[in-house]
């Protein structure tokens, strides 16, 4: 089973909420990954977790905060968020956490954010 | 440092005759290549990957991919398309850099009846 589970599929929110982003996967896998991905643009990569230690931060703003609680779960916790940051987010997984090269990265379906 | 260039942004194919994607990669490394295909409001599936062994690669729905190192090139072919093949398709390189994928702008494929 190569699955990777998003929730929620859609959020609406505005610029002064608070939100989260939930991403699981059962398969054990080492390195999990947050990607921003635009209307007919390649996914973004935005954060990468290896061995549920942040690895990767991509220069992203800080009111994109990452959580990694377990080997399975991979949080991204929204606040103050721009227009600008209306994107389908991504969730992917890979099964080494030590910079393996040729893994395969198993990607969710992804949360449609709209921020008014 | 590692590029991919998929040379075509659109391609149209009528139901049942073949479809080819075309994809070119740049890479100081040993490179693994894949393919994915994103259907409209969905996640990226993988569709195959190479990554040293047979240079004829089988993937998911009829689709291969040829990897041939004096080209540079990792073209994805599909002998019949069929309606639901309609979808945006990444040409996908890794390798050398942590983690980090380097993606083509994507092909969208349209088929018609």
């Known amino acids: 089973d190569t699955e990777v589970t998003q929730t929620p599929k859609h959020l609406v929110m505005g610029m002064t909420n608070k939100k989260s982003l939930k991403c699981e996967q059962h398969?054990?896998?080492?390195?999990m990954y947050w990607y921003k991905q635009k209307a007919k643009k390649p996914p973004e990569l935005m954060f990468v977790?290896?061995?549920?230690?942040?690895?990767i931060n991509e220069s992203v703003p800080s009111r994109f905060s990452p959580e990694c609680p377990n080997s399975s779960l991979l949080n991204l916790h929204l606040h103050a968020l721009q227009p600008e940051d209306s994107a389908l987010y991504l969730c992917?997984?890979?099964?080494?956490?030590?910079?393996?090269?040729?893994?395969?990265?198993?990607f969710g379906p992804g949360t449609r954010l709209t921020v008014l | 440092a590692q590029s991919v260039t998929q040379l075509d942004s659109h391609v149209s194919v009528s139901e049942g005759t073949p479809v080819l994607l075309r994809c070119n990669y740049s890479?100081?490394?040993?490179?693994?290549l894949f393919w994915y295909v994103q259907h409209p409001n969905k996640g990226l599936q993988l569709l195959l990957k190479?990554?040293?062994?047979?240079?004829l690669v089988k993937g998911i729905n009829g689709f291969e991919a040829e990897f041939k190192k004096s080209e540079t090139s990792f073209h994805l072919t599909k002998p019949s398309a069929h309606m639901s093949d309609a979808a945006e398709y990444f040409c996908?390189?890794?390798?050398?850099?942590?983690?980090?994928?380097?993606f083509g702008k994507g092909t969208l494929l349209t088929v018609n009846p």
């Open positions: 992917a997984s890979s099964q080494e956490g030590a910079g393996g090269t040729t893994d395969t990265q198993y």
């Open positions: 398969m054990g896998h080492r390195a």
């Open positions: 977790y290896s061995y549920e230690k942040l690895s």
């Open positions: 890479s100081s490394y040993s490179p693994s």
């Open positions: 190479y990554t040293s062994a047979a240079t």
């Open positions: 996908v390189v890794s390798g050398g850099s942590n983690y980090k994928l380097t």
